[in-house]
């Protein structure tokens, strides 16, 4: 199972409100127990990102792939 992990405000400024913060988020697999790493990133300012972002590195991705992670991500970081 994929879990969504919003790490905004976590490793940022702690002094700036949350709402402030630039978003980041990764997402966590439950059956292999690590977190989505591509070419060495975990973390991303939103699916859109992390999408193009894994476009670059493997030139494909499968629309299997893109709904599980969209279904489990909430709509300000889509």
Known sequence: M???VDLTGQ???WDLPKKDQE???A???TISDK???YNGE???GSLGDMLKYICNVKCSIT???IERLRNVTPKEFL
Do not use: G, P
């Open 35 to 37: 977190f989505f790493e």
């Open 63 to 65: 629309t299997t792939e």
């Open 23 to 25: 978003h980041l988020i």
């Open 42 to 44: 975990q973390t991303f």
């Open 2 to 4: 994929i879990r969504f």
């Open 11 to 13: 490793i940022y400024d």
């Open 27 to 29: 997402y966590y697999d």
